[in-house]
């Protein structure tokens, strides 16, 4: 332990010794190099502009993919539409046929119901193809024999197979031998015409084919219409023609082969 001496000098006290504690002392007193301290608020503000660099790249990403997935989800939801359409078609063939070509559906419950087997019912059609999922409440146009919206259809289909209008089952034939007089008084501006009046009818009036309530523009085109509300779903004109169109085939125009088109457009059948 380090001695103190105290001695009187000029009449005070004065402490002799224990120099490593004073120069501890001298040292602890000595000034210490100041800390830069950055501002937070500064690192805040970097840290808010990057994130809002980044989710401008992000929101500009995403405008351009939107169309394509827009588009996607359309052409998927236009494809459902042709697949219930055309079981609808087959189940009012079905049903013409068992009745030898003497009866109309009346409604789609006709469908749904079946036709009689014995003591039970055989069903020709299932409850989803009953919804029409591009329109608004899900019904089905009904489309009545000789009605302006079918006349316009077998037009549509006759330019599509070039000029020849496919054959029809044979059930179903004396329901498309009035149509084809009627046709010939029809003009190329009456069948073009994109404002088409629609009467929208969908129950209680014998039908043979059934169109959606939809008048939107199709990214998908159904014998070369390209309006939804002008797609007829009808077992009539099934049999092949000079362009594919016919039951069972996806023909694409231009190109002769039956796989799908590439997007924006695909044509069916």
């Not at 000034?31 to 608020?41: A, D, H």
């Not at 992000?58 to 939107?66: C, K, S």
């Not at 088109?261 to 059948?269: G, K, N, S």
């Amino acid at each position: 332990m380090t001695e103190i001496i105290r001695v009187v000098v000029g009449g005070r006290w004065s402490v002799v010794g224990g120099g490593a504690q004073r120069g501890e002392a001298e040292n602890c007193n000595l000034e210490r190099p100041k800390t830069k301290i950055q501002n937070p608020k500064s690192q805040s503000g970097l840290s808010l502009i990057a994130v809002m660099a980044v989710m401008t790249l992000f929101a500009i990403a995403l405008l351009a993919v939107a169309p394509t997935v827009q588009q996607g989800i359309q052409r998927d939801k236009e494809l459902e539409t042709i697949r219930r359409g055309e079981e609808v078609a087959d189940a009012i063939r079905q049903y013409v046929a068992f009745y030898g070509g003497a009866k109309l559906p009346n409604s789609m419950d006709d469908l749904l119901e079946g036709l009689p087997q014995g003591t039970k019912k055989r069903q020709i059609l299932r409850p989803s193809a009953m919804v029409d999922p591009l329109s608004e409440d899900g019904k089905w146009r009904l489309i009545q024999p000789a009605s302006k919206p079918f006349v316009n259809f077998e037009r549509r289909v006759q330019i599509y197979n070039n000029g020849m209008l496919p054959a029809s089952p044979p059930q179903l034939q004396s329901f498309a031998i009035p149509l084809a007089n009627i046709l010939n008084t029809e003009s190329d501006s009456d069948v073009k015409d994109a404002e088409e009046e629609i009467e929208v009818v969908t129950d209680n009036a014998p039908f043979i084919g059934v169109a959606s309530q939809s008048r939107g523009t199709s990214v998908i085109a159904y014998y070369g219409i390209e309006n939804h509300s002008k797609w007829v779903f009808t077992p009539l004109f099934r049999s092949a023609g000079t362009n594919g169109a016919g039951s069972g085939s996806i023909p694409n125009k231009g190109n002769g082969s039956n796989k799908p088109e590439p997007p924006p457009r695909r044509t069916i059948p």
